[in-house]
């Protein structure tokens, strides 16, 4: 073998390995931990969970998180709007807790999207309709965005069930996969919690 051809055999064998699916994923998701766990959590930062769904599925409303102080009234509450600007389901939560929330989001196996920009959640009615479960994260960095598809969305979603931070949460959060079709072992649709 000469010395070009040898070369040519490297250079076959650096591509397929810097191009293979399971090296892509790799560095996806590397990437995705460290967009998500530089950012920072103060008064700013809010998490979004939206899937428009189907004509039969009840969840059209996204379910969107914000921080606040410990002695904010609305901390760990839960309320929805149902006005033209209703923005969803919201509710309040620590710094500690939205951090753990976004190191859990960062442990998924999702591909996140960064931009300077700062979103802001509108009017749920007049957020796109799309194929896919949306989650988008607002920082005073900018939006970080990430989809999943329909056939992971169960799965990806069950994980986070262990750092909502009350039963009431939970119940909310374990609705909205019941309503887009996820079965979620011991939720009672009908026994929403007090708090």
């Not at 000469?2 to 996806?28: D, I, K, M, N, Y």
Request: with cysteine; proline share 5%.
């Amino acid at each position: 073998m000469t010395t070009r051809e040898r070369g040519q055999v490297a250079l076959f064998v650096t591509v397929a390995v810097l191009f293979s699916p399971s090296l892509s994923a790799c560095r996806a998701q590397t990437t995705g931990q460290r967009i998500l766990r530089d950012l920072p959590v103060d008064r700013s930062t809010a998490v979004s969970f939206f899937y428009f769904g189907d004509v039969w599925s009840h969840w059209r409303k996204p379910m969107n998180f914000y921080v606040v102080d410990p002695a904010d009234p609305r901390l760990h509450t839960v309320v929805v709007d149902q006005g033209l600007d209703s923005k969803g389901w919201e509710t309040w939560i620590t710094a500690s807790e939205m951090r753990t929330l976004i190191e859990k989001l960062s442990q998924a196996d999702l591909e996140w999207q960064q931009s300077s920009k700062i979103e802001y959640f509108g009017s749920w009615l007049k957020r796109p309709a799309v194929d896919w479960f949306e989650i988008t994260v607002i920082s005073s960095n900018g939006t970080v965005k990430s989809r999943i598809r329909l056939t992971r969305m169960c799965d990806e979603l069950r994980q986070l069930d262990s750092v909502m931070a009350t039963p009431r949460i939970l119940w909310q959060f374990q609705t909205l996969r019941w309503d887009d079709g996820c079965a979620v072992p011991g939720y009672h649709n009908e026994e929403a919690p007090k708090n």
